[in-house]
């Protein structure tokens, strides 16, 4: 049996039965031992009456390939699934802020906003955010199981911005969560935004300023796939300065985004999410004519 198992190792199990070894070869014996100089599996030992041929056989499921990342780089409109949820779109108006003003905004926001570091929770653990945070919006927002405060005191430079970003989107926000990447050790992890409060279909808009991060895509894995994400559809968006992103549609229902972290050197970036909060009245409103329109 140790002989079958070494042999296979050595091998590989699809090897045929090998011709008996000389009557003195021993097993163990001086010089015979797998590794030792001038060692050879044809000096190990006696193979026994009735070995098995191995045969290499097919697996039982095809081999299926993993689909390549797909680069998004070029201003424009990207259907980029069709799926039971509906469309998944995204909008990339890369120079949505010229580089001299996204500039001045850059600066203005990154000494003025009262950037702080949440604590969130996962399992019942804290954990600190890598990257700072803050919140504006009439509402709460509760996301990772901890809660921003209402904060209703709009910098002058973000009301600007969310009047520049509502005429370019034809789509009205109450609320912005800004996020601060202070150098490519700070991240976001894989999420969507689909917490209740955002209604079904919400709709977010995304503007980065400073240095450029990747932000990545992967469609979430139909049910048979026990949520292996392995053969999933993914892209990559390169977000440069002043771009602004639009995810529309069915985007937060079929698909997560993160921003990983990065082992090379990367200088600040502010990333600006607008979007929709609803009461949680609203929000149980919304849901209830969603559920009610898909049966
Ligand atoms: O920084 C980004 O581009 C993404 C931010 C994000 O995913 C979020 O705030 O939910």
Redo the contacts with the bound molecule.
């Keep these: 049996m140790g002989d079958k198992r070494q042999r296979a190792r050595v091998q590989g199990s699809w090897a045929a039965s090998l011709p008996k070894p000389a009557p003195s070869a021993k097993v163990g014996g001086a010089g015979g031992n797998i590794g030792s100089p001038g060692a050879s599996v044809f000096q190990t030992g006696a193979w026994g009456e009735g070995q098995q041929m191995f045969k290499f056989h097919q697996p039982a499921k095809p081999l299926r390939d993993i689909p390549a990342e797909k680069v998004i780089k070029d201003a424009g409109d990207y259907e980029i699934s069709h799926g039971p949820s509906g469309v998944s779109r995204l909008r990339l108006i890369p120079g949505f802020l010229p580089q001299t003003e996204a500039d001045w905004v850059f600066a203005q926001l990154y000494a003025e906003l009262p950037w702080s570091q949440k604590t969130n929770f996962r399992l019942g653990q804290a954990y600190l955010e890598p990257?700072l945070?803050c919140w504006y919006g009439d509402l709460p927002y509760t996301?990772s199981n901890s809660k921003r405060q209402a904060n209703p005191q709009w910098h002058a430079v973000l009301n600007n911005l969310k009047d520049m970003v509502e005429q370019a989107s034809r789509y009205s926000f109450n609320s912005l969560?800004c996020?601060l990447?202070r150098d490519g050790k700070d991240s976001?992890a894989w999420?969507s935004?689909n917490e209740p409060s955002l209604g079904p279909h919400p709709t977010?808009a995304?503007l980065?300023l400073g240095d450029t991060?990747c932000?990545s895509m992967r469609k979430k894995p139909a049910p048979e796939e026990n949520g292996d994400y392995t053969y999933v559809e993914k892209l990559r968006i390169p977000?440069v300065h002043g771009t602004l992103?639009i995810m529309e549609g069915a985007t937060q229902e079929d698909w997560q985004?993160?921003?990983a972290k990065e082992y090379h050197d990367r200088g600040p970036?502010i990333?600006l999410?607008f979007r929709t909060i609803y009461s949680e009245a609203q929000s149980r409103g919304a849901l209830g004519d969603r559920q009610g329109s898909q049966q």
Excluded: E, P
């Design positions: 990257r945070t996301y969560l996020n990447y976001i999420h935004d977010i995304s980065s991060r932000f977000l992103l985004h993160q921003v970036r990333n999410t």
